[in-house]
């Protein structure tokens, strides 16, 4: 499945092409798709532990661009697990280390940090600037605001999510696939905005919604759609679980079959 990629007319650079020589050697990948994901963008909704390691995996295999939404300032608790962020950041805007930490890997990458969550009120507005989305969000409430808008707007989302030593990751395709609303119709009154995580396992999320997102925008390989990969580390055990798209659903039941 390929994302909607605004079309490139520059190619690579020589230094390009020596820094991504290896990964262009993977099949179905080549010259062809690493210009474009050279050409495309990313919105991650939050840098932390999950979104973090996406956008830093996205940006070392040389995406074009990455906006980042993420509002609020550095805590110490943050360190565990948002490896982005540096000791000396403690109390400044996490989104700023964030670009500055991805600008040093990859000085060709163009940054858009957004110091604001994900909202019903600006959903419209960062979906609209990216071919693709990875939701990393803690609350529910962003998700919903990511998932009615990436469908509107016709954008591949993907939703990646963890919780202790336990991974959720799937790809949600407007007029392809079932949506987040179909998969949780009602958010759940356990959810807290504090849980037991362990940086490992949101690194992991974040590395396979990287894999997704790029897989999406290069044409490589079958991404998770309709799919939920479900991750147990404590176990090392991983399934697929097929989705099925909620009857009536109110945010996709009209956007295809």
């Known amino acids: 499945m390929k994302a909607n990629v605004s079309p490139l007319s520059q190619c690579l650079t020589d230094e390009e092409k020596k820094t991504y020589e290896w990964q262009m050697w993977v099949p179905g990948l080549g010259e062809e798709g690493q210009r474009k994901l050279k050409g ?14 996406a956008a830093y995996q996205l940006a070392a295999a040389g995406i074009g661009r990455l906006v980042l939404a993420h509002a609020g300032a550095l805590k110490p608790s943050d360190l565990n697990r948002q490896l982005l962020m540096t000791h000396d ?14 600008r040093e890997l990859n000085p060709r990458l163009e940054v858009v940090a957004a110091p604001e969550n994900i909202s019903a009120a600006n959903a419209s507005r960062l979906v609209g600037l990216a071919d693709l989305v990875i939701d990393a969000a803690p609350l529910f409430e962003e998700r919903y605001a990511l998932n009615r808008e ?5 954008k591949p989302m993907v939703e990646s999510a963890m919780f202790e030593m336990e991974v959720h990751v799937t ?9 987040l609303a179909c998969l ?8 807290k905005r504090q849980f037991p995580v362990l940086g490992a396992v949101s690194g992991t999320a974040g590395c396979l919604a990287a894999a997704e997102a790029i897989k999406c925008l290069a044409g490589l390989g079958e991404p998770l759609a309709g799919r ?4 147990d580390l404590r176990a090392m055990r991983f399934q697929t679980v097929r989705l099925r798209r909620l009857e009536g659903c109110s945010v996709c039941g009209r956007a295809g079959p």
């Open 40 to 53: 495309a963008t990313v919105l991650i909704s939050r840098c932390g532990g999950v979104g973090g390691a």
């Open 89 to 102: 950041w403690i109390g400044k805007p996490r989104v700023e280390c964030a670009a500055r930490r991805l």
């Open 150 to 154: 990436s469908v509107r707007q016709g």
């Open 171 to 179: 790809t949600f395709i407007p007029g392809r696939t079932p949506c």
């Open 184 to 191: 949780y119709p009602e958010k759940s009154t356990d959810w």
């Open 228 to 231: 939920l990969l479900v991750a």
